[in-house]
């Protein structure tokens, strides 16, 4: 069973475009994140929610909005792809705040390509 | 404020050890380690809490200096499995935001 899991793993597609990532996690936990890794690494976390309230909201563009159901899901979606946007995005669950004592749970990414 | 990491790159042989380190411009309230291999996702490997807090996994063992707002990762006898990508994430006092730091890429040679 796979604790954190995202679909789809692989996007390619236009910009200007709509796409959406998926990400559940089955371990119970009540924070859930986003985090999108560019092409030289760079892990910055993009939003988190706290039992499906919103409690990170980084500096993202507006046309990326985070939605959460339930405490087990944690969807993302982006509208009007651009250039920029091509990362790995991954999703990822806390039983407690990762600055605190928080362990991560990643998922195995989304690689998203905009052409 | 992101975290800067040294070396961003290291080779070794295999059986060398190697120093990790994470500065932050800010006062830490926790320090966590994470390595990611290519094309997979980061993995846990530990978290400092206290300042002056020293942490073990296997051969590889963290340090976390409140004052100096560092920490710095240790691994021992590398083993051809180390090698992949390391991350510090770092937390401020009041801020409970998880902030990664630049990265260190490992390689372990035979």
């Known amino acids: 069973d796979t604790a954190v899991s995202q679909t789809p793993k692989y996007l390619v597609t236009q910009m200007g475009n709509d796409k959406s990532i998926k990400c559940e996690q089955n371990?119970?936990?009540?924070?859930m994140y986003w985090y999108k890794q560019d092409s030289k690494k760079f892990l910055k976390i993009m939003f988190s929610y706290n039992n499906k309230e919103l409690i990170i909201n980084e500096t993202v563009p507006n046309r990326f909005s985070p939605k959460s159901p339930d405490k087990a899901h944690l969807n993302l979606h982006i509208n009007s792809l651009e250039l920029g946007d091509s990362a790995v995005y991954f999703c990822?669950?806390?039983?407690?705040?990762?600055?605190?004592?928080?362990?991560?749970?990643f998922g195995e990414g989304s690689r998203l390509t905009v052409l | 404020q992101q975290p800067v990491q040294s070396p961003q790159a290291v080779i070794l042989r295999e059986g060398e050890d190697a120093v990790i380190n994470c500065s932050s411009s800010k006062a830490l309230y926790s320090v966590h380690w994470y390595r990611q291999k290519h094309g997979e996702a980061p993995v846990f490997l530990m978290i400092?809490?206290?300042?002056?807090e020293q942490k073990g996994h296997d051969k590889i063992s963290a340090s976390f200096n409140e004052k100096k707002q560092q920490s710095s990762l240790y691994l021992t006898a590398s083993q051809l499995s180390y090698s992949g990508t390391y991350f510090c994430g770092t937390a401020n006092f009041g801020n409970e935001k998880l902030t990664f730091g630049t990265g260190t890429r490992l390689t372990i040679i035979p």
């Open positions: 990822a669950s806390s039983q407690r705040l990762a600055g605190g004592t928080g362990e991560l749970f």
């Open positions: 400092l809490l206290k300042g002056g």
């Open positions: 371990l119970g936990h009540d924070t």
